[in-house]
Antibody, heavy 128, light 107 residues
Framework: QVQLQESGPGLVKPSETLSLTCTVS????????WNWIRQSPGKGLEWIGY???????NYNPSLKGRVTISVDTSKNQFSLKVNSVTAADTAVYYC??????????????????????WGQGTPVTVSS | EIVLTQSPATLSLSPGEGATLSCRAS??????LAWYQQKPGQAPRLLIY???NRATGIPDRFSGSGSGTDFTLTISSLEPEDFAVYYC?????????FGPGTKVDIK
């Protein structure tokens, strides 16, 4: 089964760039949508953005253009960069696959995309 | 963005009791709502998607219902491993958003 593992520095200085990588094992990164989510005591769970394996992206406007997500299909990895970090970027960062699942509700059936599975998460602290 | 609110913040129950958790959206999300379970030190795990569909491997004591702005997660009889934090999440509108969570703890 697919497993995801985040890696990267646990400590980043204010105003610098946070860089994390998610390695996908047990399956191909191709033809899926890959996401970053973070969790902090102050803001709870916050979706950061996704990249499709083809390279198309979608980001949360709340991060005001500070985020870049990229993919390296040859390494089965995707990455997150957040620039100009502040203490507010301190959080546990998760990567997750967005998977298409079939559903039926009453007489209506269809396909929906949900976050599954997630990596175990990596804590990042922004501090000098 | 769509704001999700969850109630109660904490639910204190005993094993064997039933649990009812609520999630309310600031505007309609149709049935495009999921529930996740998170235990300490672990990532969230998908339980229920599209309001009422159980994810693979999820026991049938977990059920979801609702549409529009009001949703419910029901655990029919709590097992020891069910004590955790539960989050709702919508996919109706970008950006994806999560509720603040309901903690189910042991009474």
């Amino acid at each position: 089964q697919v497993q995801l593992q985040e890696s990267g520095p646990g400590l980043v200085k204010p105003s610098e760039t946070l860089s994390l990588t998610c390695t996908v094992s047990g399956g191909s990164i191709s033809n899926y949508n890959w996401n970053w989510i973070r969790q902090s005591p102050g803001k709870g769970l916050e979706w950061i953005g996704y990249i499709y394996s083809s390279g198309s992206t979608n980001y949360n406007p709340s991060l005001k253009g500070r985020v870049t997500i990229s993919v390296d299909t040859s390494k089965n990895q995707f990455s997150l960069k957040v620039n100009s970090v502040t203490a507010a970027d301190t959080a546990v960062y998760y990567c997750a696959r967005r998977i298409q699942l079939s559903y039926c509700n009453g007489g209506s059936c269809g396909l929906g995309n949900w976050l599954d599975p997630w990596g175990q998460g990596t804590p990042v602290t922004v501090s000098s | 963005e769509i704001v999700l609110t969850q109630s109660p913040a904490t639910l204190s129950l005993s094993p064997g009791e039933g649990a009812t958790l609520s999630c309310r959206a600031s505007q309609s999300v149709n049935t495009y709502l999921a529930w996740y379970q998170q235990k300490p030190g672990q990532a969230p795990r998908l339980l229920i998607y599209d309001a009422s569909n159980r994810a693979t491997g999820i026991p049938d004591r977990f059920s979801g219902s609702g549409s529009g702005t009001d949703f419910t997660l029901t655990i029919s009889s709590l097992e020891p491993e069910d004590f955790a934090v539960y989050y709702c999440q919508q996919r109706n509108t970008w950006p994806l958003t999560f509720g603040p969570g309901t903690k189910v703890d042991i009474k």
